[in-house]
């Protein structure tokens, strides 16, 4: 499967942006799928996840009420709304799929987009 993250740009804290992976090549609806962002000087951190069907989710406690991963099977769609942005979401932005696998290492996802920036400024 390709994927395809959008949705990144700059923004002010406190605001809001939305950011989609797009998949195309097989059935998306098989994969799990994972979004990670890499901030400058740092490790890749996890961010959420979401599980085939859509119906279980799981967010890094930095992110949890804030952000929320939705999916749209039929458009092949993976979503990452997030509210409340501060400057420590700053990051290149990931998302990643995987048939079988579903959390916080990124290592088991064998599927990668190619990021997409976002920056909170203050």
């Known amino acids: 499967v390709q994927l395809q993250a959008s949705g990144g740009g700059l923004v002010q804290a406190g605001g809001s942006l939305r950011l989609s992976c797009g998949a195309s090549?097989?059935?998306?609806?098989?994969?799990?799928v994972g979004w990670f962002r890499r901030a400058p000087g740092k490790e890749r951190e996890f961010v959420a996840d979401?599980?085939?069907?859509?119906?279980?989710?799981f967010y890094a406690d930095s992110v949890k009420g804030r952000f929320t991963i939705s999916r749209d099977n039929a458009r092949n769609t993976v979503y990452l709304q997030m509210n409340s942005l501060e400057p420590e979401d700053t990051a290149v932005y990931y998302c990643?799929?995987?048939?079988?696998?579903?959390?916080?290492?990124?290592?088991?996802?064998?599927?990668w987009g190619q990021g997409t920036q976002v920056t909170v400024s203050s």
């Open positions: 990643a799929a995987d048939r079988y696998y579903s959390g916080y290492d990124p290592h088991r996802y064998d599927y």
């Open positions: 979401i599980s085939q069907s859509g119906g279980s989710t």
């Open positions: 090549g097989r059935t998306f609806s098989w994969y799990n």
